[in-house]
């Protein structure tokens, strides 16, 4: 072995993806990389023949906890399979964790409403929860929210100032709104 290929690591902590609001949502989690050019979500729908959907440059030298966060929004119903691969300096590429999305047409959607939009007669008592939000750009934001049940679904008042956008839920403290997408007016 080359003396330089010892020089490679990666220590995959953990490879996800969750179907949510017709799109499919892949984290996965690295502890350590050394040498990491890039990484590959390959795709299947029998779990064998893959192909590649997603192309992703690697950070390259990590020796903390880092969150990867990609979307598959190419997807109709049914089972899918993702695989992770990683492709170091060399070229050389080798295949880490596979997951399962199963894909319906049921989605689990929440808009975010400002607090003079909430139509409190048509609410129960507000829950408070506490989220982590992460946009598309991979930056995250936190904090306690309240939010109602309506004849509408769920209604989450932004009393935290965070931007407009699209975000992702990746943690919260009720787990009916763990993995939901969210948009932010």
């Given amino acids: ?64 906890e880092f969150d990867y966060f990609e979307m598959d929004e190419n997807i109709c119903s049914g089972k899918y399979y993702y695989r992770l691969v990683a492709e170091d300096i060399y070229g050389e590429k ?37 989220l982590v939000l992460r946009n598309k750009n991979g930056e995250e934001f936190y904090g306690i929210f309240c939010y109602y049940h309506t004849p509408y679904g769920i209604k989450i008042i932004n009393g935290e100032n965070i931007p407009p956008g699209e975000y992702i839920v990746t943690g919260a403290s009720d787990q009916q709104l763990y993995a939901s997408t969210l948009k932010i007016f």
């Fill in 1 to 64: 072995m080359n003396a330089n290929r010892q020089n490679i690591g990666l220590h995959l902590k953990s490879f996800e993806a969750v179907y949510n609001h017709g799109k499919v949502y892949i984290y996965w989690t690295i502890t350590f990389e050394k040498a990491i050019k890039n990484y590959y979500i390959e795709r299947s729908n029998d779990g064998k023949n893959f192909e590649i959907i997603k192309t992703m440059p690697a950070v390259g030298e990590l020796s903390i």
């Fill in 94 to 130: 080798f295949i880490s964790y596979s997951a399962v999305a199963i894909c319906n047409k049921e989605d689990k959607s929440f808009n975010v409403i400002t607090p003079e939009d909430t139509p409190l007669h048509l609410c129960e008592k507000p829950n408070k929860v506490l």
